[in-house]
């Protein structure tokens, strides 16, 4: 992707935030000087990985496949690990119209996955084999709203804004905005963008950048070269 893209789905996307009243940290405006002058005091910020992220999952097409996120708080696995502490994570996220975010599942992370607003937000789900793979033949059962509900191998459920999902791990899932671009909150435990998104498909998690203008703020992909 190339940066002055990048800037403008920044742009963009606070927009949208904003115009449905959700507002970022003072860290999310920070300019990359910035960002190398609080390094010290922002060392969980920039650990847990929280800040920007938009991916097209190294497929070059945004429109068609691609997220933008916003890691706003991220706990630590060594938290979790020991079952207390700062053990969950909440982010905001654009789902586009039409625009795929690939079938996947998590080993750790639960998350309810909520419409905050917009369009429709279209979830697909399949279960797992006894292994953990995904399992073109399998359901299972999510919780939607409180509610328990099976599903059965390739359901799409369709979440109105203010209706959420609840998917734990072995739940693949792949979703989409229906009828135009959603605002998406997620709530979870702690995530890992590293080592934690499982594809049925070998695709990558974060985006190539082409450099050709300079970051109007630092994606959390940059901050192991952006900063000493």
């Known amino acids: ?16 935030m904003r115009s449905f009243g ?13 960002f190398r002058q609080n390094a010290t005091a922002a060392r969980h910020v920039i650990d847990a990985r929280c800040g920007w992220d938009i991916t097209d999952y190294g497929a070059g097409d945004f429109d068609r496949m691609g997220l933008f996120l916003f890691t706003l708080r991220n706990g630590i696995l060594s938290d979790l690990r020991a079952g ?6 909440e ?26 607003g917009g369009a429709d937000l279209v979830v697909e789900l ?9 399992a073109q033949d399998r359901g299972g059962t999510v919780m939607c709203d409180g509610v328990v509900m099976p599903y059965a191998p390739g359901e799409k459920l369709v979440l109105a804004p203010g209706q959420s999902v609840t998917l734990r791990p072995g739940d693949w899932h792949a979703f989409w905005g229906e009828g135009g671009d959603v605002l998406i909150g997620e709530v979870s435990t702690v995530n890992d963008d590293e080592t934690d998104n499982i594809f049925k498909d070998p695709i990558g998690r974060f985006a190539q950048i082409e450099e050709d203008v300079d970051p109007l703020h630092l994606l959390v992909s940059d901050y192991a070269t952006h900063l000493d």
């Open 22 to 34: 959700q507002v970022l940290p003072p860290f999310a405006y920070w300019t990359p000087a910035e």
């Open 91 to 116: 982010k905001l996220l654009i789902s586009r119209r039409d625009q795929l975010s690939p079938m996947h599942t998590h080993v750790i992370k639960a998350e309810d996955i909520i419409n905050r």
């Open 1 to 16: 992707m190339k940066r002055s893209d990048i800037n403008k789905i920044l742009t963009e996307a606070d927009d949208m």
């Open 126 to 134: 399949f279960g797992s084999d006894d292994d953990g793979n995904f």
């Open 84 to 89: 207390g502490g700062m053990c969950y994570a």
